[in-house]
């Protein structure tokens, strides 16, 4: 049986991606060795690892334009502790959009001062705040683009006086946007990338350099992009894959490419849940995401039936989170409409039920 899988993350990978990166695993390019054993010094290493980097720059349109590419370890938490110990001198101003951002709030404070430009917390994170400013005086802004938990998503961004920091962990590569609005963009690969393990990390150069504290070499951004990203080990497989994954998605036509189809998977998941009277959307429906599509059953005594007709039709990872409840279609780039169209099949035939 085919498996839908809309996992919020480590999530679905295109199958062609898995193929080649299983091949890999076993031998690479007919060296006789597998990837995990070759030297990460190696040429053959080193080939992926630029290539990987200079995809992630071509694919956002930001080649020439000043950015440097970086994949390094830790996750997106990482970054937290890396944006404040990298640009935080005096203040920063976070907009509080959810547990990811809140998670990057706290994480920051621990360095300096920290101001909630504006927060959803008030509605448990079911929209995204509006007509907020960001004063010009603080070291940079920081904001989540996506809230996977939630099923939220930014729409349009805010013109920024200062820096502009974004989370993308969840929609990068998903839309097209204007890229170089932002000073540092980072994302877990796990969700639109590739396997967990490896974080792109994209960085205009002349933000850095610019606060007066002491940064721990391998926290330190300027001496990741001196060092190519091998610092230390990097993860081998992740930046494999995820380079893989960027380059099916630059023969697929790229980001204007695969947001028509994003948009499409959106409004079938939606149109069914606004149009079937047993199911009620999370999120205001002005901000909902693109990528993780939230929502509940208006009467819990069907639970039941729909998570084993889920079951039988091959519907996996569908569970919301527990601070949200109900379901949570994540459909990220390698998600199929095919998919979708099957979860909406299960949904419609649960009214037929009901």
């Known amino acids: 049986m085919k498996i839908h899988n809309f996992s919020a993350g480590p999530s679905i990978l295109p199958q062609e991606v898995l193929k080649k990166a299983s091949e890999a695993v076993i031998e690479y390019n007919n ?22 980097r200079a995809l992630a ?28 110990l990298n640009l935080l001198e005096k203040r920063a101003g976070y907009l509080n959009t959810g547990t990811w951002s809140e998670n990057a709030i706290q994480e920051a404070k621990i360095y300096d001062d920290i101001h ?26 920081h904001c989540t683009s996506n809230n996977t938990i939630f099923g939220t998503q930014i729409k349009q961004f805010p013109d920024s006086p200062i820096p502009m920091v974004c989370d993308m962990s969840s929609d990068i590569f998903s839309r097209q946007l204007d890229f170089s609005k932002f000073d540092l963009i980072y994302a877990g ?19 850095l350099g610019k606060v007066s504290r002491k940064i721990p070499s391998i926290m330190d951004y300027k001496v990741q992009i001196e060092k190519s990203s091998m610092f230390n080990t990097p993860p081998v497989f ?30 079938v998941i939606y149109s069914e849940i606004d149009l079937n009277p047993l199911f009620k959307g999370y999120a205001v429906k002005e ?38 409840g109900g379901y949570r279609a994540s459909m990220y780039n390698a998600l199929s409409l095919d998919s979708v169209k099957a979860l909406v099949e299960v949904m419609s035939e649960l009214e037929t039920k009901a």
């Open 238 to 267: 992740a930046v494999y894959t995820s380079m893989l994954t960027l380059e099916w998605l630059k023969n697929l036509g790229g980001i204007k490419a695969i947001e028509k189809v994003n948009e499409m998977k959106s409004r």
């Open 189 to 207: 690969a796990q969700k639109n990338m590739g396997p967990a393990g490896t974080t792109l990390v994209v960085v205009k150069e002349d933000i």
């Open 287 to 324: 901000d909902r995401s693109m990528m993780n599509a939230t929502f509940t059953l208006a009467n819990d005594d069907l639970k039941e039936t729909f998570d084993t007709m889920l079951k039988e039709a091959g519907i996996s990872g569908l569970s919301g989170h527990r601070s949200v």
């Open 31 to 52: 060296i006789g060795m597998s990837l995990l054993e070759i030297s990460h010094r190696s040429k053959h290493f080193v080939d992926v690892m630029e290539n990987a």
């Open 116 to 141: 909630e430009v504006a927060s959803s917390k008030d509605a448990n994170y079911n929209y995204i705040p509006k007509g907020y400013s960001i004063p010009k005086d603080y070291d940079y802004f």
């Open 57 to 84: 720059l071509e694919l956002l349109g930001l080649e020439g334009k000043g950015y440097k590419a970086l994949f390094l370890q830790g996750g997106a938490s990482m970054q937290f502790v890396m944006v404040a």
